[in-house]
């Protein structure tokens, strides 16, 4: 059974940084793509990045490039996501999602199996 679990959110002021974490359990992230999403009030989710686990191949949404770095540790199963100079237009819930592929898509419907969710809020 595919499980994913975030950690990680919180409170931070803007400018600050935090770290997600996505902890895969049944099965191994060597013939997945993990993507990293987010869903603000009111709005539609959106992919912000996605890695390919075999070789850490990774795509970013423009409005993330430069602030944001994900990567993985396959030993530990577990993908992350390192979050940089935030804003408060990053708050959102943050959600991790796995799709057996061996392409970097960044789109939500192409993907199979999703995690809770985080809560990150940005503000001062």
């Known amino acids: 059974q595919v499980q994913l679990v975030e950690s990680g959110g919180g409170l931070v002021q803007p400018g600050g940084s935090l770290r997600l974490s996505c902890a895969a359990s049944?099965?191994?992230?060597?013939?997945?793509?993990i993507g990293w999403f987010r869903q603000a009030p009111g709005k539609e989710r959106e992919g912000i990045s996605c890695?390919?686990?075999?070789?850490?191949?990774?795509r970013y949404v423009d409005s993330v490039k430069g602030r944001f770095t994900i990567s993985r540790d396959n030993a530990k199963n577990t993908v992350y996501l390192q979050m940089n100079n935030l804003k408060p237009e990053d708050t959102a819930v943050y959600y991790c999602?796995?799709?057996?592929?061996?392409?970097?898509?960044?789109?939500?419907?192409?993907?199979?199996?999703w995690g809770q969710g985080t809560q990150v809020t940005v503000s001062s």
């Open positions: 890695i390919r686990s075999r070789d850490g191949s990774a």
């Open positions: 049944g099965f191994t992230l060597d013939y997945y793509i």
């Open positions: 999602a796995a799709v057996r592929t061996t392409v970097p898509v960044l789109s939500p419907r192409s993907y199979t199996s």
